[in-house]
């Protein structure tokens, strides 16, 4: 069955930077996203770069993040096959407000939200050639992901009371994990 659904958003953004001293840079940025259907969100950034030599500088940026729920993983639906135990079965993806997803667990998806750090140094450019290494840290919470493939005499049962006999498993989107993403970036570059 085809779906339209639709929705109302709006961003407003400031940044701003300021150098108290010629070696420093400092700057800020608020957001303001607005979704009609999960309301606003006020996100933030802060940075500063010191030049604390000639050809070296170290740098750091602290923020947060908003994600709301795509339409898509809100109302997405489909019927396909695939195999479990080594047989054919028919999987329902299902949106969250369906009612068998939600008699299955399902709930309302929340917002994703998010809070990174990075950190680095600046090295050049001397004769061309420049190094910068940054370490990053980013987590998020509610992070959406798809459901497993929910099976079984359970799950059975809850499909023959609303009178579903299409198929055997089921999976919506979820608010499923928290993640946390570290690492370094390290980038030469010479131009001769």
């Known amino acids: 069955?085809?779906?339209?659904?639709?929705?109302?958003a709006w961003?407003?953004?400031?940044?701003?930077?300021?150098?108290?001293?010629?070696?420093?840079?400092?700057?800020?940025?608020l957001r303001y996203d607005h979704y009609d259907d999960f309301g606003g969100q006020m996100t933030w950034r802060a940075t500063a770069r010191l030049d604390a030599a000639a050809?070296?500088?170290?740098?750091?940026?602290?923020g947060t993040g908003f994600?709301?729920?795509?339409?898509q993983q809100?109302?997405?639906?489909?019927?396909?096959g695939a195999t479990s135990a080594g047989r054919l079965v028919t999987v329902a993806t299902l949106p969250v407000g369906d009612p068998v997803a939600q008699a299955l667990?399902?709930?309302?998806?929340?917002?994703?939200?998010?809070?990174n750090v990075t950190a680095g140094v600046v090295i050049g450019p001397f004769d061309g050639f420049s190094f910068t290494v940054d370490y990053f840290h980013i987590r998020i919470r509610d992070r959406i992901a798809l459901?497993?493939?929910?099976?079984?005499?359970?799950?059975?049962a809850v499909l023959a009371r609303n009178g579903i006999t299409g198929f055997s498993q089921v999976r919506f989107f979820t608010n499923a994990v928290d993640t946390t993403?570290?690492?370094?970036?390290?980038?030469a570059r010479w131009a001769g």
């Open 55 to 62: 050809g070296l500088a170290i740098r750091g940026t602290i």
């Open 67 to 71: 994600r709301a729920p795509s339409l």
């Open 11 to 29: 961003a407003a953004f400031l940044d701003a930077e300021l150098r108290p001293v010629a070696a420093l840079l400092l700057g800020g940025a």
């Open 181 to 187: 993403t570290r690492g370094v970036e390290a980038t």
């Open 105 to 115: 667990g399902a709930t309302a998806l929340k917002p994703e939200r998010s809070r």
């Open 147 to 156: 459901s497993e493939q929910l099976g079984g005499t359970a799950v059975a």
């Open 74 to 80: 809100r109302y997405f639906s489909a019927i396909q």
């Open 1 to 8: 069955t085809p779906t339209d659904e639709k929705r109302d």
